[in-house]
C-alpha cells in the first residue's frame, strides 16, 4: 500500500481507483477560520493527506454544547481548496446542508454522513433524494448501533439516488459493555460489509474508535493490516483548546508521526517462496475447519438421540449442572491448548445454544 500522490476526485471511491491508501485528516468541527486555515496548511505539508474534513453541522450529543459555525464555515473550506488544493469533506445531516453545499461554490467536494444519521433510514433517504442529480462522492457512516444491514441499507439507499462514488468509513459501534474505547471496532462486521459491497473501499476512523490520544496509532495499523482503503483521523492545528471531540484529536505534527511510523502491508505479494507457503498454511487450515465441522457434524447426531431419550424419560432439555461443569472443563482444558478464555466461552456458548435448538426440534 502506498500513498496517493495525486487524487482524482472523479474516481476517488470508485474501483477503477488505485488501489492506494486514502488518507482524510482535519478537525472534528471547523470552528474559526484561522484553525481551519492553519490546521490545512500543515495538514498540506505532511504530503501524504488528499483529504480535508471539518464538521460544520455537529451532532452534538447534549444541546448547548458547541454545535458547529455553520454555512459560514463553508467559505473557509474553499480557500482551505484555493491555497492547498486538498479535497474537502463536509457532514451532512439534512436536505438543507446538501443545499447549502452545493450553494456555495467550490466549497465542498465530498459529503459524509454521519454515525447518527445512518441510523435512521427516513434520514438517509431525505439526503439520497436531496443528492439526485448530482454526481459529488459520497461518504456513509456505519449506525451508532452494530447492524451491518442497516449500514448496508444505507449505502444502498445513495447507489439508488444514482451517485457512484460511494465509501464506507468504520468508526466503531456504541459499546454496550464497559470498554477502553469510545466505540467497539467489531472488525467482524467490516468484512460482512466488504462481502455485500466488494467494490466499495472502506476508511477506517481510528479517532471516533479510541476516543483518545494514545489508541490512535494501534487501531490505524489494525487497519492496515486488515486491508482497509483509507484512514480518516481527526488533526486540529491545537487540539487540546477544540470545541468538540478534544481528547481524540492530534496535531499534524503528530499526524505526520504517526504516518511515518505506521507500517504499509500489502493485499498481494509477488514472491514465489511466499506464495507456495502461504498455500500450504492454508491448505492445512482447510483441513482443519474440515474436520471441525465433521466433529460437529458427530456431536449434533448424538445431541439428537440425547433429545429424544430425555424426551422419552420427560426429563428437561437444559441442565444446569451439566452445563457449568462442561463450561468449567472446557475452559480448563482449552486454557491448557493456549486458547483465549473468551474464546472458548464464546464458542461453547455457541455451540450449546445450537445443542438446545436441536433438542426442541
Ligand atoms: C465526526 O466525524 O466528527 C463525527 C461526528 O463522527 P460520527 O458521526 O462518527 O460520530
Ligand atoms: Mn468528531
Redo the contacts with the bound molecule.
Keep these: 500500500m502506498t500513498f496517493k500522490g495525486k487524487i482524482n476526485l472523479n474516481n476517488i471511491f470508485l474501483p477503477e481507483r488505485d488501489k492506494e491508501l486514502i488518507v482524510i485528516a482535519g478537525p ?2 471547523a470552528e474559526t477560520e484561522t484553525q481551519v486555515l492553519e490546521t490545512a496548511r500543515e495538514i498540506k505539508s505532511i504530503g501524504k493527506v488528499d483529504i480535508y ?1 471539518a ?1 460544520i453541522w ?2 452534538r450529543t447534549n444541546p448547548g454544547t458547541f454545535e458547529g459555525v455553520g454555512k459560514e464555515g463553508l467559505k473557509w473550506l474553499r480557500k482551505v481548496k484555493d491555497e492547498t488544493g486538498l479535497l474537502t469533506a463536509v ?1 451532512v445531516a439534512t436536505p438543507q446542508h446538501v443545499e447549502e453545499i452545493f450553494k456555495c461554490e467550490s466549497c465542498v467536494d465530498i459529503v459524509w454522513i ?3 444519521t445512518s441510523s435512521n433510514p427516513f434520514s438517509v433517504q431525505e439526503i439520497a433524494n436531496s443528492l439526485k442529480g448530482t454526481d459529488i462522492p459520497v461518504m456513509i ?1 456505519n449506525p451508532i448501533n452494530p447492524e451491518v444491514k442497516l449500514w448496508a441499507g444505507a449505502i444502498e439507499r445513495i447507489l439508488k439516488s444514482g451517485i457512484e462514488n460511494v465509501a464506507a ?1 468504520h ?1 466503531g459501534f456504541y459499546p454496550f459493555e464497559k470498554s477502553n474505547l469510545r466505540n467497539i471496532p467489531k472488525w467482524e462486521l467490516v468484512f460482512e460489509l466488504k462481502s455485500m459491497f466488494p467494490e466499495i473501499p472502506v476508511i477506517n ?1 481510528p479517532s ?1 474508535i479510541a476516543g483518545k490520544r494514545s489508541l490512535i496509532k494501534e487501531i490505524s495499523q489494525k487497519a492496515l493490516n486488515l486491508n482497509f482503503d483509507g484512514l480518516m483521523i ?1 488533526t486540529h492545528i491545537s487540539p487540546d483548546t477544540a470545541l ?2 478534544a481528547k481524540q484529536q492530534i496535531t499534524p505534527e503528530e499526524l505526520e508521526k504517526l504516518l511515518d511510523e505506521l507500517t504499509y502491508p500489502k493485499a498481494q505479494s509477488d514472491n514465489k517462496e511466499f506464495i507456495d507457503l502461504l498455500e500450504q498454511f492454508r491448505e492445512r487450515i482447510d483441513a482443519i475447519d474440515f474436520q471441525m465441522l465433521e466433529l460437529m457434524s458427530g456431536r449434533m447426531k448424538i445431541i439428537e438421540q440425547i433429545g429424544k431419550y430425555k424426551k422419552e424419560n420427560n426429563v428437561t432439555i437444559f441442565q444446569l449442572k451439566r452445563w457449568l461443569d462442561i463450561m468449567l472443563t472446557r475452559e480448563d482444558f482449552g486454557k491448557k491448548m493456549g486458547l483465549d478464555k473468551k474464546f472458548v466461552i464464546k464458542l461453547l456458548q455457541l455451540v450449546h445454544r445450537e445443542s438446545v435448538r436441536k433438542q426442541s426440534e
Design positions: 472534528c468541527s474534513r464538521g455537529k451532532p457532514e454521519g454515525a447518527r457512516k468509513v468508526r476512523d471516533h481527526e468538540s471531540d
